[in-house]
């Protein structure tokens, strides 16, 4: 049989592929290419300025489970390769809803998370998931709808807006239905305005249940000319796509925290602890703090490391 | 030691009966045909002896070693056979690859599987062939690929399913004569399969008669041509020619036949008073136009009912009381300016007369 | 791509139309196509990493589902008898459809750091990627193997065993008179690994320089709302498809590739 060279080439790919693809222990990289890849750093003394640098031998992963509106911003992508060239490791950014990073913490799956539901984050810590929880950021949840407001309740208090909706029942509200960050704050709302939850979710066709993350969900609400609750991150990096205006943004529930946890089940708690240092230090801080403000006009996130927690 | 014998075999299929009681001895170096009409289970009979398939009842002894069941023992018998089918399919690739395949699998080396396979292509005249793909090949050149992946592996035994069933007289006759070359050449068993009697007739010495599933005659190839068993054999083996008759007297051997009022002679055991049936071969009758004075003792003055030519030869059928076939060549009948109508003479020889019981 | 500012031109290109019409939409398409070609030529960075990433999963999935799995298990199944073929290749048949997300869920069940496979690490990480498509290929790989096996004359392995091939032996040819279907059916494990999203998304967490794909690319940047990037994105998925596809099947072909393209039979 003649043998000819598109025969090779594609054997030859394949073989590669296979030896590349063929599942071993552990959890080192493999061998597809992985942009801006930095030499090992090894340190053995700290230096003044920083803390101590632990680095793993070889070139470790680090998996960080985040918020979706920490991601879809852009602010991971941001500080990704900052926090990888510092510690020498690859960082393995994934992003889910909190609802599922917490679940993933739980599994022990990730290091560390990054979410915004300080309920359940309590209650994580309380099980013996998490280590304890550092807040490092916050900004403010929003109620945008159509820039008429059909169901007039623009400048209205959270809660208020909440009954409103509730009891006309005309206008569309779309949640993210996601047990989400998000979504765990659009349920608070709606039990500090007196609401039972699963009485809400039956009510009538006027209340949409995504389930999907907030990038969809206000493209859904644009969709249907309603409100839904979101973050000033993600409806800022939407601005230009949707026609949905901020309704309702003021009301100290509406606060939004953002929190890092380092994992108890992690196989590595020093470089878990070092994506804590990280995110609390002073540099990143200001960094996050100038994040957005030339591309939308205003901060995405406000700084709070070491701060008492914000109470609006 | 007969190379290959069958005893008492019997093989089914589905609950049908296709072969009964086969016994067969092949002898080593001889070549054997097996004729009958399609359908009689010919190829059922080979593939049970190339033991591709498993007998129902009865015995295989391969070079004396009973190969019935055996698993590797058939394997090994099989190494030792080529088969040949009756539409033999050839393997995507060139014609050497193809021939070379039986040699690859026994593991030969290459330059030895090189000579081998372009020996077994220059007996089958297909030397030019090397490089060409098979699945292009003709029916006949594909045929005669066949023969030669089969022989290249040297068996002891060659068996050949209807070597030329499907193929045009060209490719035949090119066919038999690589047959006929192997069978003269080389020590190889043959065992061929055929409903065509007079190709047997040509290339084997012995020959078996298969009809419905027994095994009705084996003997020399005059033997069955000349002194079938039986009418279904005489039929098939060509003898055209079948009437009914009551045998008047024997005399020394030589009886007459009272067939519809005329009177038959012949050479023949039977005795006065046998209802008997009387079979004569197409080319032994002779035509004139004048009563003849030879030695043949039947003479009988007919009318010529039709003359049917097929290639170089003409059927003439006459009536003379009884029907009767004539063979002769399209230009002695043209010579003779047969016509449909005109009055002749058929005559045919004692000898020539074949009785059986009917 | 998680980098807004990575794209600076993309930026401009985002318009969103709240009335769509079918206009808009064909500008959209064409857009994307051009950003395609764009991305391609310009040899950005992360569309070739992630587009390299896809394929080289893809290859490696299927490759080993069919050569390691389905040829030799499928080979089995068909030349041999037993009770409850007929019933074990219907079921091969049926798993053609398994739900890629189905899939993913329980892959991530067993290779979870929690599950009973946590301890090799596999969770977001390439090799846990293939493992997930090799479940999700193999019927399909292995149902074509045995569907193209029972397309050969059943005289192929006949005339093998009566040329003196033993059963392995005899197989091998069947095997490889068939090469055309084993080729396709290749190709069609091919195309579900390649283009599927569930398992890829949540075995791999479509981690960025590391687990994420073509596919799982496209459904982040939707999400983001950057619809002519996923598009885009699509457009190439789509072309490296078409080049791997025609590339594998001029494996199987007598005649010069242009000839055999352009070949009206």
């Not at chain 1, 030859?12 to 693809?21: E, F, P, R, T, Y």
């Not at chain 2, 592996?153 to 068996?159: G, S, V, Y």
Request: aromatic share 6%.
């Amino acid at each position: 049989m003649k043998r000819n060279w598109l025969t090779i080439a594609l054997i030859l790919i394949m073989a590669v592929s296979i030896i590349a693809g063929i599942p071993a222990c552990g959890d080192n990289d493999d061998k597809a290419p992985t942009p801006a890849q930095t030499p090992i750093v090894t340190q053995s003394s700290p230096t003044p300025e920083s803390t101590s640098v632990s680095v793993l031998p070889g070139k470790g992963r680090l998996r960080v489970a985040t918020t979706t509106s920490l991601y879809d911003t852009g602010l991971w992508g941001y500080l990704e390769p900052m926090f990888e060239k510092k510690y020498g490791v690859e960082l393995d950014v994934i992003n889910v809803g909190s609802g599922i990073a917490l679940k993933y913490g739980e599994n022990g799956d990730v290091d560390v998370l990054t979410v915004h539901d300080k309920a359940a984050e309590l209650k994580f810590i309380a099980d013996g998931f998490g280590k304890e929880r550092t807040i490092f950021a916050y900004n403010h949840f929003l109620i945008v709808g159509p820039a008429d407001d059909p169901a007039g309740i623009k400048g209205m208090l959270p809660e208020d807006a909440f009954k409103k909706l509730a009891e006309t029942g005309a206008a569309t509200f779309v949640s993210r239905g996601d047990n989400s960050g998000t979504h765990s704050k659009e349920k608070a709302i709606w039990k500090a305005a007196g609401y039972d939850y699963a009485a809400i979710e039956k009510t009538g066709r006027w209340y949409v249940e995504a389930g999907q993350g907030m990038g969809p969900t206000l493209t859904m609400a644009d969709e249907k000319q309603g409100y839904t609750l979101t973050d000033i991150g993600t409806f800022l990096a939407f601005e230009g796509k949707i026609n949905l205006v901020p309704i309702v943004d003021q009301g100290s529930i509406l606060l939004n925290v953002y929190s890092v946890i380092p994992v108890t089940k992690t196989k590595k708690p020093e470089m878990a602890q070092n994506m804590v240092n990280f995110l609390t230090s002073p540099e990143i801080q200001r960094l996050i703090g100038d994040y957005g403000v030339v591309q939308y006009g205003q901060p995405l996130f406000i700084p709070c490391a070491g701060q008492p927690e914000p109470t609006s | 030691m007969a190379l290959v014998e069958l005893v008492n075999l019997g093989q089914q299929f589905q609950g049908n009966v296709i072969l009964e009681a086969i016994n067969l001895k092949v002898e080593r170096g001889e070549a054997f045909a097996l004729i009958g009409p399609t359908g009689a289970g010919k190829t059922t009979l080979l593939r049970l002896i190339d033991l591709l398939d498993s007998p129902v009842k009865g015995q295989i002894y391969f070079d004396g070693v009973d190969v019935t069941r055996s698993g590797r023992k058939r394997l090994a018998a099989r190494r030792r056979m080529a088969y040949v089918q009756q539409k033999p399919i050839v393997f995507s690739m060139n014609v050497y690859d193809n021939v070379a395949c039986g040699l690859k699998w026994r593991h030969q080396e290459r330059k030895a599987i090189r000579k081998k396979v372009e020996e077994a292509l220059e007996l089958v005249s297909m030397a030019d062939y090397q490089s060409r793909d098979a699945k292009t090949l003709s029916g006949g050149e594909t045929q005669l690929v066949a023969i030669a992946r089969a022989l290249v592996t040297e068996p002891e035994m060659l068996l050949l399913d209807e070597p030329t069933a499907n193929l045009d007289p060209v490719s035949t006759s090119k066919i038999e004569s690589v047959l006929a070359r192997i069978i003269q050449e080389t020590r190889t068993t043959i065992l061929m399969a055929t409903h065509d009697m007079s190709q047997g007739q040509r290339l084997a010495q012995m020959i078996g008669v298969l009809m419905e599933g027994k095994l009705v005659q084996i003997g020399q190839k005059s033997e069955i041509f000349e002194k079938p068993l039986n009418l279904k054999v005489a039929g098939f083996v060509g003898m055209q020619n079948i009437l009914k008759g009551v045998i008047t007297s024997n005399e020394d051997g030589v009886v007459s036949i009272d067939v519809r009022g005329k009177l038959i002679e012949a050479i023949s055991d039977y005795q006065a008073g046998e209802e008997v049936c009387v079979c004569i071969r197409p080319e032994d009758i002779a035509l004139s136009f004048s009563k003849p004075s030879s030695s043949a003792r039947n003479a009988f003055e007919g009318e010529i009912k039709s003359i049917i030519s097929s290639g170089p030869l003409a059927s003439v059928e006459l009536d003379c009381g009884f029907p009767l076939v004539a063979l002769m060549t399209v230009r002695s009948a043209k010579e003779m300016e047969l016509g449909i109508g005109k009055r002749i003479f058929a005559s045919f020889k004692a000898t020539a007369v074949h009785v059986v019981k009917s | 791509m998680a980098n807004p500012c990575s794209y600076p031109a993309l930026a401009s290109l985002n318009q969103h139309h709240s009335n769509r019409n079918a206009k808009v939409l064909l500008s959209e398409l064409w857009d994307s196509i051009v950003k395609a070609i764009h991305l391609l030529v310009s040899l950005d960075h992360d569309v070739y990493e992630v587009a390299w990433r896809s394929l080289w999963i893809a290859l490696a999935s299927c490759g080993i589902s069919f050569l390691l799995i389905s040829l030799p298990l499928g080979s089995l199944i068909h030349f041999n008898r037993f009770p409850g073929k007929m019933i074990l290749i219907t079921l091969i048949q049926t798993l053609f459809s398994l739900p890629t997300v189905a899939v993913g869920l329980i892959v991530f069940m067993f290779i979870s750091r929690s599950g009973p496979l946590g301890e090799f690490g596999l969770l977001f990480t390439p090799k846990g990627m293939i493992i997930g498509q090799i479940i999700l290929v193999t019927p399909v790989t292995m149902g074509l193997v045995i569907s193209a096996l029972t397309g050969v004359d059943k005289a192929v392995p006949e005339t093998a065993t009566a040329l003196g091939a033993s059963r392995l032996q005899a197989s091998l040819i069947t095997i490889t008179e068939a090469k055309f279907a084993m080729m396709t059916a290749f190709v069609m494990g091919f195309g579900r690994a390649i283009s599927e999203v569930g398992v890829s998304l949540m075995v791999g967490g479509n981690i960025r320089g590391y687990t994420r794909t073509l596919t799982t690319a496209i459904s982040l940047e939707t999400a983001k709302g950057e619809i002519e990037f996923s598009l885009a994105l699509g457009f190439i998925l789509i072309l490296i498809a078409v080049v791997v596809n025609v590339a594998l099947l001029l494996l199987g072909r007598k005649r010069g590739p242009i000839r055999w393209l352009w070949s009206s039979s």
